[in-house]
Protein backbone atom coordinates (compact mmCIF):
# COMPACT_ATOMS: atom_id res chain seq x y z
CA UNK A 1 0.00 0.00 0.00
CA UNK A 2 1.25 2.92 -1.11
CA UNK A 3 2.00 6.04 2.09
CA UNK A 4 -0.05 8.89 2.50
CA UNK A 5 2.03 11.98 2.78
CA UNK A 6 0.52 14.78 4.82
CA UNK A 7 1.92 18.16 4.90
CA UNK A 8 1.82 20.24 8.10
CA UNK A 9 2.45 23.94 8.47
CA UNK A 10 5.91 24.71 9.70
CA UNK A 11 4.51 24.94 13.43
CA UNK A 12 3.18 21.85 13.57
CA UNK A 13 4.57 19.30 15.60
CA UNK A 14 7.72 21.26 16.64
CA UNK A 15 6.69 22.29 20.30
CA UNK A 16 6.90 18.61 22.02
CA UNK A 17 9.27 16.22 19.67
CA UNK A 18 11.05 12.61 20.23
CA UNK A 19 14.52 12.62 19.62
CA UNK A 20 15.56 9.39 18.15
CA UNK A 21 19.24 10.55 16.07
CA UNK A 22 21.54 10.14 18.56
CA UNK A 23 24.05 7.60 16.28
CA UNK A 24 24.11 11.61 14.50
CA UNK A 25 24.67 13.12 17.51
CA UNK A 26 23.43 13.07 20.99
CA UNK A 27 20.64 15.96 22.30
CA UNK A 28 20.16 16.83 24.29
CA UNK A 29 23.26 17.32 26.09
CA UNK A 30 24.02 17.31 29.62
CA UNK A 31 23.73 20.87 31.06
CA UNK A 32 26.91 21.42 32.28
CA UNK A 33 28.21 21.19 28.82
CA UNK A 34 26.98 24.56 27.96
CA UNK A 35 27.80 25.97 31.07
CA UNK A 36 31.86 24.77 31.04
CA UNK A 37 31.37 26.17 27.17
CA UNK A 38 29.89 29.84 28.26
CA UNK A 39 32.42 30.12 31.40
CA UNK A 40 35.36 29.57 28.95
CA UNK A 41 33.71 32.65 26.39
CA UNK A 42 32.66 34.74 29.31
CA UNK A 43 35.98 34.08 31.89
CA UNK A 44 38.81 32.60 29.65
CA UNK A 45 39.05 33.19 26.34
CA UNK A 46 42.68 33.35 25.45
CA UNK A 47 44.84 30.79 23.53
CA UNK A 48 46.46 27.79 25.35
CA UNK A 49 50.09 27.96 24.53
CA UNK A 50 50.12 30.98 22.88
CA UNK A 51 51.49 33.03 25.81
CA UNK A 52 51.95 32.82 29.45
CA UNK A 53 49.73 35.03 30.91
CA UNK A 54 46.89 33.57 33.33
CA UNK A 55 44.46 33.45 30.66
CA UNK A 56 46.42 31.57 28.57
CA UNK A 57 48.02 29.20 31.44
CA UNK A 58 43.99 28.82 32.44
CA UNK A 59 42.76 27.69 28.93
CA UNK A 60 45.76 25.47 28.69
CA UNK A 61 44.79 23.75 32.10
CA UNK A 62 41.01 23.15 30.66
CA UNK A 63 42.66 21.16 27.62
CA UNK A 64 44.96 19.18 29.94
CA UNK A 65 42.31 18.27 32.13
CA UNK A 66 40.33 16.85 29.17
CA UNK A 67 43.48 15.31 28.23
CA UNK A 68 43.46 13.24 31.07
CA UNK A 69 40.12 12.54 31.49
CA UNK A 70 39.87 11.17 27.97
CA UNK A 71 42.96 8.53 28.71
CA UNK A 72 41.75 7.85 31.98
CA UNK A 73 38.38 7.35 30.04
CA UNK A 74 40.01 4.95 27.36
CA UNK A 75 43.01 3.77 29.99
CA UNK A 76 45.58 5.15 27.21
CA UNK A 77 48.19 5.98 29.84
CA UNK A 78 50.10 8.55 29.21
CA UNK A 79 47.30 12.24 28.71
CA UNK A 80 50.28 13.56 26.21
CA UNK A 81 49.17 10.75 24.03
CA UNK A 82 45.88 12.08 23.12
CA UNK A 83 45.49 14.32 20.26
CA UNK A 84 42.77 16.06 19.80
CA UNK A 85 40.99 17.67 16.21
CA UNK A 86 37.41 18.26 15.35
CA UNK A 87 36.12 15.18 14.82
CA UNK A 88 36.69 10.83 14.71
CA UNK A 89 36.61 11.67 10.77
CA UNK A 90 39.99 13.57 10.98
CA UNK A 91 41.25 10.60 13.32
CA UNK A 92 40.76 8.22 11.00
CA UNK A 93 42.15 10.27 8.53
CA UNK A 94 45.47 10.90 10.49
CA UNK A 95 46.33 7.24 11.88
CA UNK A 96 45.35 5.72 8.08
CA UNK A 97 46.69 7.94 6.07
CA UNK A 98 50.08 8.73 9.21
CA UNK A 99 50.81 4.90 9.06
CA UNK A 100 50.23 3.06 6.25
CA UNK A 101 52.34 3.53 2.83
CA UNK A 102 52.00 1.70 -0.81
CA UNK A 103 52.84 -1.68 -0.09
CA UNK A 104 51.14 -2.02 3.70
CA UNK A 105 48.32 -4.40 3.55
CA UNK A 106 45.53 -3.28 5.86
CA UNK A 107 42.02 -5.69 6.99
CA UNK A 108 38.57 -4.11 7.67
CA UNK A 109 35.30 -5.28 7.64
CA UNK A 110 31.99 -4.86 5.54
CA UNK A 111 30.20 -2.94 8.32
CA UNK A 112 32.54 -0.08 8.14
CA UNK A 113 31.49 3.78 7.97
CA UNK A 114 32.36 6.03 4.82
CA UNK A 115 34.76 7.69 7.53
CA UNK A 116 36.94 4.51 7.12
CA UNK A 117 36.19 3.43 3.79
CA UNK A 118 36.66 6.42 1.85
CA UNK A 119 40.31 6.58 3.12
CA UNK A 120 41.22 3.17 2.60
CA UNK A 121 40.06 3.75 -1.08
CA UNK A 122 42.14 6.42 -1.45
CA UNK A 123 44.88 4.59 0.19
CA UNK A 124 44.49 1.89 -1.99
CA UNK A 125 44.51 3.97 -5.37
CA UNK A 126 47.97 4.95 -4.13
CA UNK A 127 49.20 1.36 -3.42
CA UNK A 128 48.16 0.75 -0.20
CA UNK A 129 46.37 -3.28 -0.45
CA UNK A 130 42.98 -3.39 1.61
CA UNK A 131 41.24 -6.47 2.41
CA UNK A 132 37.30 -6.32 3.84
CA UNK A 133 36.48 -9.19 5.89
CA UNK A 134 32.90 -9.97 4.79
CA UNK A 135 30.85 -9.66 8.05
CA UNK A 136 27.23 -11.72 8.56
CA UNK A 137 23.86 -10.04 7.45
CA UNK A 138 23.15 -9.30 11.08
CA UNK A 139 26.79 -7.03 10.74
CA UNK A 140 28.71 -9.08 12.85
CA UNK A 141 32.35 -9.55 12.77
CA UNK A 142 34.30 -13.18 13.01
CA UNK A 143 37.85 -12.73 14.49
CA UNK A 144 38.68 -15.62 12.56
CA UNK A 145 38.00 -13.93 9.39
CA UNK A 146 40.29 -11.35 10.14
CA UNK A 147 43.40 -13.86 11.14
CA UNK A 148 42.74 -15.91 7.65
CA UNK A 149 43.21 -12.32 5.96
CA UNK A 150 46.43 -11.33 7.71
CA UNK A 151 49.48 -11.77 4.93
CA UNK A 152 53.31 -10.57 5.17
CA UNK A 153 52.94 -7.02 4.10
CA UNK A 154 49.82 -6.74 6.97
CA UNK A 155 50.16 -3.75 9.03
CA UNK A 156 46.74 -2.54 10.32
CA UNK A 157 43.78 -4.43 11.71
CA UNK A 158 41.07 -1.20 11.29
CA UNK A 159 37.54 -1.95 12.08
CA UNK A 160 34.46 0.15 14.33
CA UNK A 161 33.44 -0.87 17.44
CA UNK A 162 29.58 0.05 16.88
CA UNK A 163 28.23 -0.26 13.76
CA UNK A 164 26.10 3.19 12.99
CA UNK A 165 23.67 1.51 11.42
CA UNK A 166 22.54 -1.98 13.37
CA UNK A 167 24.27 -1.31 16.35
CA UNK A 168 26.13 -4.56 16.52
CA UNK A 169 29.44 -4.86 18.51
CA UNK A 170 32.81 -6.05 17.12
CA UNK A 171 34.84 -8.40 18.98
CA UNK A 172 37.82 -5.71 19.66
CA UNK A 173 39.61 -7.52 22.77
CA UNK A 174 39.62 -10.99 20.22
CA UNK A 175 40.79 -8.77 17.28
CA UNK A 176 43.53 -7.16 19.79
CA UNK A 177 44.70 -10.40 20.66
CA UNK A 178 45.29 -11.21 16.88
CA UNK A 179 46.98 -8.13 16.63
CA UNK A 180 49.57 -8.61 19.06
CA UNK A 181 49.80 -12.49 18.05
CA UNK A 182 51.09 -11.37 14.28
CA UNK A 183 52.71 -7.71 15.57
CA UNK A 184 49.72 -5.35 13.73
CA UNK A 185 48.29 -2.37 14.73
CA UNK A 186 44.76 -2.11 15.92
CA UNK A 187 42.83 1.00 14.94
CA UNK A 188 39.42 0.93 17.02
CA UNK A 189 36.80 3.75 15.58
CA UNK A 190 34.78 4.19 18.71
CA UNK A 191 32.34 6.92 17.18
CA UNK A 192 29.61 4.97 18.08
CA UNK A 193 30.97 3.27 21.43
CA UNK A 194 32.76 6.01 23.15
CA UNK A 195 31.16 6.53 26.36
CA UNK A 196 28.28 3.70 26.03
CA UNK A 197 31.06 0.52 25.77
CA UNK A 198 33.76 0.02 28.48
CA UNK A 199 37.09 0.55 26.29
CA UNK A 200 40.21 -0.25 27.78
CA UNK A 201 43.20 0.16 25.31
CA UNK A 202 45.51 -1.87 27.55
CA UNK A 203 43.05 -5.12 28.76
CA UNK A 204 41.47 -4.97 24.65
CA UNK A 205 45.07 -4.39 23.01
CA UNK A 206 44.08 -1.57 21.21
CA UNK A 207 46.86 0.45 19.78
CA UNK A 208 44.69 3.67 18.50
CA UNK A 209 41.09 5.03 19.45
CA UNK A 210 39.02 7.23 16.86
CA UNK A 211 36.76 9.29 19.24
CA UNK A 212 34.39 11.87 18.59
CA UNK A 213 33.21 14.41 21.19
CA UNK A 214 29.61 15.33 20.01
CA UNK A 215 27.84 11.80 20.40
CA UNK A 216 27.98 8.95 23.33
CA UNK A 217 30.43 10.87 25.19
CA UNK A 218 27.70 14.18 24.89
CA UNK A 219 29.99 16.45 24.18
CA UNK A 220 30.16 19.49 21.70
CA UNK A 221 29.91 18.92 18.13
CA UNK A 222 33.88 19.81 16.63
CA UNK A 223 35.68 17.72 19.15
CA UNK A 224 37.22 14.32 18.45
CA UNK A 225 40.54 13.01 18.54
CA UNK A 226 43.13 9.82 18.74
CA UNK A 227 44.03 8.20 21.62
CA UNK A 228 47.54 6.22 21.26
CA UNK A 229 49.05 3.22 22.82
CA UNK A 230 52.37 2.93 23.59
CA UNK A 231 53.41 0.68 21.06
CA UNK A 232 52.53 3.24 18.27
CA UNK A 233 56.14 4.72 17.10
CA UNK A 234 54.62 8.45 17.22
CA UNK A 235 58.00 9.48 15.23
CA UNK A 236 57.10 7.39 12.52
CA UNK A 237 53.47 8.88 11.78
CA UNK A 238 53.18 11.20 9.50
CA UNK A 239 50.84 14.34 10.47
CA UNK A 240 47.80 15.74 8.72
CA UNK A 241 48.76 19.08 8.62
CA UNK A 242 51.73 21.22 9.91
CA UNK A 243 52.15 24.67 11.54
CA UNK A 244 52.51 26.52 14.40
CA UNK A 245 51.95 24.39 17.64
CA UNK A 246 53.14 26.82 20.46
CA UNK A 247 55.96 25.00 21.01
CA UNK A 248 59.64 24.81 20.42
CA UNK A 249 59.10 28.04 18.02
CA UNK A 250 62.48 28.49 17.28
CA UNK A 251 62.37 25.72 14.73
CA UNK A 252 60.85 25.90 11.44
CA UNK A 253 60.34 21.96 11.44
CA UNK A 254 57.05 20.25 13.29
CA UNK A 255 57.39 18.63 16.26
CA UNK A 256 57.67 14.73 16.49
CA UNK A 257 56.63 14.15 19.96
CA UNK A 258 52.68 14.11 20.96
CA UNK A 259 50.36 15.95 21.34
CA UNK A 260 51.95 18.59 19.24
CA UNK A 261 53.06 16.69 16.02
CA UNK A 262 49.34 16.22 15.67
CA UNK A 263 47.64 19.43 16.54
CA UNK A 264 48.81 22.71 14.75
CA UNK A 265 47.15 25.43 14.43
CA UNK A 266 44.30 26.81 17.54
CA UNK A 267 42.75 24.04 18.94
CA UNK A 268 38.79 24.54 19.68
CA UNK A 269 39.28 25.24 23.38
CA UNK A 270 35.98 26.15 23.82
CA UNK A 271 34.71 22.90 22.34
CA UNK A 272 37.04 21.17 24.38
CA UNK A 273 35.64 22.96 27.71
CA UNK A 274 32.48 21.58 26.96
CA UNK A 275 33.87 17.97 26.01
CA UNK A 276 36.00 18.06 29.86
CA UNK A 277 32.56 18.80 31.60
CA UNK A 278 30.81 15.90 29.41
CA UNK A 279 33.56 13.38 30.33
CA UNK A 280 32.93 14.36 33.99
CA UNK A 281 29.45 13.81 33.65
CA UNK A 282 29.99 10.34 32.13
CA UNK A 283 32.71 9.72 35.04
CA UNK A 284 29.65 10.90 37.52
CA UNK A 285 27.33 8.71 36.18
CA UNK A 286 28.65 5.96 35.25
CA UNK A 287 29.21 4.29 31.76
CA UNK A 288 28.11 1.07 32.94
CA UNK A 289 24.54 2.75 34.39
CA UNK A 290 24.66 4.42 30.86
CA UNK A 291 24.74 1.06 29.11
CA UNK A 292 22.35 -0.54 31.35
CA UNK A 293 19.46 2.27 31.10
CA UNK A 294 20.16 2.31 26.82
CA UNK A 295 20.00 -1.61 26.92
CA UNK A 296 16.43 -1.10 28.33
CA UNK A 297 15.27 1.00 25.97
CA UNK A 298 16.62 -0.87 23.23
CA UNK A 299 15.26 -3.75 24.14
CA UNK A 300 11.80 -2.14 24.51
CA UNK A 301 11.85 -0.06 21.00
CA UNK A 302 12.94 -3.74 19.60
CA UNK A 303 10.79 -5.46 21.13
CA UNK A 304 7.73 -2.92 20.26
CA UNK A 305 8.82 -2.75 16.78
CA UNK A 306 8.82 -6.53 16.44
CA UNK A 307 5.19 -6.87 17.31
CA UNK A 308 4.13 -4.58 14.36
CA UNK A 309 3.51 -6.44 11.37
CA UNK A 310 5.03 -5.59 7.67
CA UNK A 311 7.84 -3.85 9.95
CA UNK A 312 11.22 -5.98 9.67
CA UNK A 313 14.40 -5.13 12.24
CA UNK A 314 17.85 -5.50 10.37
CA UNK A 315 21.26 -6.25 12.90
CA UNK A 316 21.10 -8.15 15.77
CA UNK A 317 17.55 -7.44 17.15
CA UNK A 318 19.55 -8.03 20.71
CA UNK A 319 19.94 -5.09 22.96
CA UNK A 320 22.89 -7.50 24.81
CA UNK A 321 25.04 -7.37 21.98
CA UNK A 322 24.15 -4.28 20.27
CA UNK A 323 24.31 -0.65 20.75
CA UNK A 324 21.04 1.57 20.96
CA UNK A 325 20.79 1.68 17.08
CA UNK A 326 17.75 0.21 15.82
CA UNK A 327 17.41 -0.25 11.68
CA UNK A 328 13.90 -1.11 10.40
CA UNK A 329 12.04 -1.02 6.84
CA UNK A 330 8.30 -0.68 6.99
CA UNK A 331 6.82 -3.31 3.96
CA UNK A 332 6.14 -1.56 0.80
CA UNK A 333 7.04 1.87 1.93
CA UNK A 334 10.37 4.39 1.20
CA UNK A 335 12.53 4.59 4.02
CA UNK A 336 12.77 8.31 3.63
CA UNK A 337 8.69 8.75 2.98
CA UNK A 338 8.44 6.65 6.52
CA UNK A 339 10.91 9.46 8.46
CA UNK A 340 9.41 12.66 6.47
CA UNK A 341 5.95 11.10 8.49
CA UNK A 342 7.29 10.39 11.51
CA UNK A 343 8.79 14.05 11.46
CA UNK A 344 6.00 15.81 9.86
CA UNK A 345 3.21 14.11 11.44
CA UNK A 346 4.54 12.63 15.06
CA UNK A 347 7.34 14.77 15.28
CA UNK A 348 9.94 11.78 15.27
CA UNK A 349 13.25 12.49 14.79
CA UNK A 350 15.48 9.71 13.10
CA UNK A 351 17.43 9.49 10.20
CA UNK A 352 16.59 7.09 6.79
CA UNK A 353 18.63 6.05 3.98
CA UNK A 354 22.37 4.22 3.59
CA UNK A 355 23.84 6.27 7.26
CA UNK A 356 26.80 7.14 5.26
CA UNK A 357 27.79 3.50 5.45
CA UNK A 358 27.05 2.02 2.14
CA UNK A 359 28.93 -1.47 2.71
CA UNK A 360 27.00 -2.38 6.17
CA UNK A 361 23.89 -1.73 3.78
CA UNK A 362 25.29 -4.17 0.86
CA UNK A 363 25.98 -6.54 4.00
CA UNK A 364 22.41 -6.23 5.72
CA UNK A 365 20.86 -6.34 1.72
CA UNK A 366 19.30 -2.87 2.08
CA UNK A 367 21.76 -1.23 -0.52
CA UNK A 368 20.66 0.76 -2.01
CA UNK A 369 17.07 1.69 -0.27
CA UNK A 370 18.42 1.81 2.96
CA UNK A 371 16.29 1.37 6.30
CA UNK A 372 15.06 3.91 8.65
CA UNK A 373 17.15 4.46 12.24
CA UNK A 374 15.89 5.02 15.57
CA UNK A 375 19.22 5.61 17.62
CA UNK A 376 18.37 5.93 21.56
CA UNK A 377 20.53 7.81 24.09
CA UNK A 378 20.47 8.25 27.74
CA UNK A 379 17.62 11.13 27.48
CA UNK A 380 15.72 9.24 25.37
CA UNK A 381 12.57 8.20 27.89
CA UNK A 382 10.40 4.77 27.90
CA UNK A 383 7.43 7.26 27.02
CA UNK A 384 9.54 8.18 23.67
CA UNK A 385 10.53 4.84 22.49
CA UNK A 386 6.47 4.02 22.90
CA UNK A 387 5.39 7.21 20.74
CA UNK A 388 7.70 6.47 18.67
CA UNK A 389 6.68 2.57 17.96
CA UNK A 390 3.11 3.61 17.91
CA UNK A 391 3.76 6.07 14.73
CA UNK A 392 5.53 3.51 13.09
CA UNK A 393 2.69 1.18 13.85
CA UNK A 394 0.51 3.55 12.38
CA UNK A 395 2.17 4.19 9.21
CA UNK A 396 2.55 0.26 8.72
CA UNK A 397 -1.31 0.49 8.67
CA UNK A 398 -1.70 3.12 6.32
CA UNK A 399 -3.25 5.53 8.97
CA UNK A 400 -0.97 7.90 8.67
Not at 30 to 58: D, I, K, Q, S, W
Not at 311 to 328: H, K, L, S, T
Request: glycine content about 10%; overall charge neutral; aromatic content about 6%.
Amino acid sequence: MPLRYHMLSPAAGRDAIIYLDNAATSWPKPPCVAEAMVRFLAEVGANPGRAAHRRANEAAHIIYDVRERIAALFNCGDPQRVAFGPNVTEALNLTLAGTLKPGDHVITSSMEHNSMMRPLRWLERGGVDVSVAQCSADGFLEPADIRSAVRRTTKMIAVNHASNVTGSIAPVRELGAIAREYGLLLLVDAAQSGGVLDIDMRRDMADLVAFTGHKSLYGPMGTGGLAIGERVDIAAMRPLKRGGTGSRSQYEEQPDFTPDAFESGTPNVVGLAGLAASVQWLQTTGIAAIRTKEQALTRRCINGLRAIDGVRIYGPGDAERQVANVCFTVRNADAGAVARILDERFGVLCRAGLHCSPSAHRTMGTFPNGTVRFSIGYFTTEDDVDAAVSAVESIARGKA
